[in-house]
C-alpha cells in the first residue's frame, strides 16, 4: 500500500545530515562475507508511480537508519514502468555503481557521502593498536581499548588513516600498525568488507525489489513467525533471492516485526524448554494478546454492521531515534499481522524528529497539545502515530498517558543503553515509572554484553521490583546487517541483535483467618 509519508526536503534533510556518535556496543569475533548478486536492475522509463517513489524513499531511509550522511547525487534513479513491472530491463548508464564493482576504499568511493564519512573518521576515530594510550574507558570485554595496556602503551593516541586494501575502511594510523595488528584486524576484516559493500550498494542507483512491500492478507493465511524465511514467505514478500538485498531488507523491518514476534498470539517464544518465555511473561502477554485479536463482532460496512469496539493498544517507544523515522509503509506491517485491532504507535524522546523539521514543523505548545504532539491519523484506518520530542518522565508526571492497562499498553526500548555509562543517568528517574505502570516493557540490545548490562543495570536500580518476561538472548528477527560507528570503525553492532522483556512486580493478594 503506498503512502505519501515521507517527502522529499525530509529526505534531502536526512541525507545531509552529519553522521552522530552511537553509544554502540562492541563486538570482536564476528564472522561474515560480502557477495555480490548476479541480478540488479536499474530504471526502465521517464514516469514515477507513487510505488516507486515510496521505494527511492524507502532505499534512502535504509542508509538514515546507520545515521550515515546520504547525498543526493546526479546519478539519483528513476524506477520501474507505471504498469507494474517488477524487474525493468538494465540501462547500464543509469547505474552509479556495477553489482561486480560495489568495494571501494571509502575516501576513493564515487559516492560523496562515503568520502565525506571516511573524512569524519579520519579526524575523530582513533587508532586500535595497543602500542597507542587509552583513550577513553573499556566499555566490555571485547572493546579493542581493553588491549591497551596502562604501561605497555607508550604511544600517543593518533587518528585513524591507513585504509585496509582488504576491506576499504579506515582502521589504522599508519600500514606499519595495519601489518603489525593484522592478525586481530582479521577476525572482522570480512565482515568490514561485507559493511562496506552494503553502504555502496545503497548508493549504487539500482532498483530495490526488495523495499516492496505486500499489502492485508486474509486471516485464513496464517503468518509463521519462526524466522526471517517463514516470515517474508507466509507473509506474501516478493522473492529475494541475494544475500545483500536480504540484509537491506530486513535492517527495515526489525523493528516493527520484532515487536510483533514477541506481542503476537503465534510468538515463536513459548514457556517451553528454551522457548525463553517466563510464566509471569505468559500471564502479562496473554492479557496484552486478548485485545489485539479479538473474536469476530458480525461487524459491517453498512449502518446495520455497526459495533462497538474495543480502544485502540498503545505501544510506546521511548528514546525513539532511527526508528521514527522509518518510511510508515514498514510501521503499517504491524497493522498488517493485527487485521482486527487498532493501533496507537507514540514516539517519545528528545531526537524523535532529529532532521524532520522540514518535513512536520512542530507545532506550538498550547493548552490542547502541551506537549507538541505531532499527530499521523491518516496513514491506515487502523493505525495512528503520534511523535513527541520530550523526555517520557515528564509526560509521566503530568499524568498525560494515565491510566496504562497491561491488557492495552506495551512499552518498547530500542537498544536504550540502559547500563551505557553515558546514558545510564538519562533511564534512573524513568525506569521506576515504567515499572509502577505493571505493563510490559520490550528491550533490545546491539550486542551480547550490551543487552546482559542493561538486565544487570536494572536489576541492580530495582533489586526484587522487577518481574522477568522474556530472557534475554538473540532475537530471531534481528538486522542481518552489519553496521560500521563512524567514531570506531572496529565496532561493529547489529540492529536488535538481542531482545528480551520485563515488568514491574506484581503482587498476589491473599485471604487469611
Known sequence: MPSGYTCQRCLSSLRKAASKPSTVRHVRRVSGYGETGKRHYSPLTKKITP????????????????????????????????????????????????????????????????????????????????????????????????????????????????????????????????????????????????ANEDDHDLHSGRYFPEF????????????????????????????????????????????????????????????????????????????????????????????????????????????????????????????YLFPRALLHIIFIGPESMTNRDAEFPLPERTPANPFGGIVEDRISHHTKITTFVEYYHTMHKANYFQPFDPYFDCFVLFHPGLGHPASAHEWEETLPQLLETKVPIISTGYTEWDMQRDKQWVEEKMAGEVDMLLEPGENKFRSLRWDLNDMDPTDLSCGNWGVWAFRGKRYETTMKD
Not at 499489502?215 to 526471517?228: K, Y
Open 51 to 194: 510505488v516507486q517513489v515510496q521505494q527511492r524513499r524507502t532505499a534512502a531511509s535504509a542508509e538514515s537508519l546507520n545515521q550515515r550522511a546520504v547525498p543526493i547525487g546526479p546519478g539519483a534513479p528513476r524506477y520501474a514502468s507505471p504498469f507494474g513491472a517488477d524487474e525493468p530491463t538494465e540501462r547500464p548508464e543509469r547505474l552509479l555503481l556495477k553489482p561486480e564493482s560495489l568495494f571501494h576504499s571509502f575516501s576513493n568511493s564515487p559516492a560523496p557521502g562515503i568520502r565525506r564519512r571516511a573524512a569524519f573518521m579520519k579526524s575523530h576515530a582513533y587508532c586500535p593498536h595497543p602500542d597507542h594510550r587509552q583513550t577513553r574507558a573499556v566499555l566490555s570485554p571485547q572493546d579493542p581499548e581493553a588491549r591497551k595496556a596502562a604501561k605497555k602503551s607508550t604511544q600517543a593516541p593518533a587518528f585513524v588513516n591507513f585504509e585496509c586494501p582488504d576491506c576499504g575502511i579506515p582502521v589504522y594510523c599508519t600500514e606499519k600498525h595495519w601489518m603489525d595488528d593484522y592478525e586481530s584486524h582479521s577476525e572482522i576484516c570480512d565482515t568490514l568488507r561485507q
Open 212 to 335: 516492496r512491500y505486500p499489502g492485508p492478507q486474509i486471516e485464513e493465511i496464517l503468518v509463521n513467525m519462526t524466522n526471517w524465511d517463514t516470515y517474508l514467505y507466509t507473509r506474501e514478500f516478493n522473492a529475494i533471492n541475494e544475500d545483500r538485498s536480504m540484509r537491506q531488507a530486513t535492517r527495515m523491518l526489525t523493528y516493527p516485526v520484532t515487536i510483533a514476534s514477541i506481542i503476537h498470539e503465534l510468538s515463536p517464544y513459548n514457556i517451553r524448554a528454551g522457548g525463553r518465555l517466563t510464566v509471569e511473561g505468559l500471564k502479562s502477554l496473554s492479557a496484552l494478546r486478548y485485545n489485539l485479536h479479538p473474536e469476530r463482532s458480525g461487524g459491517g460496512p453498512d449502518v446495520k454492521g455497526l459495533r462497538l469496539s474495543a480502544p485502540p493498544a498503545r505501544i510506546f517507544i521511548l528514546g525513539a531515534r532511527a526508528e521514527s523515522s522509518i518510511p510508515r509503509d514498514v510501521w503499517i506491517q504491524l497493522e
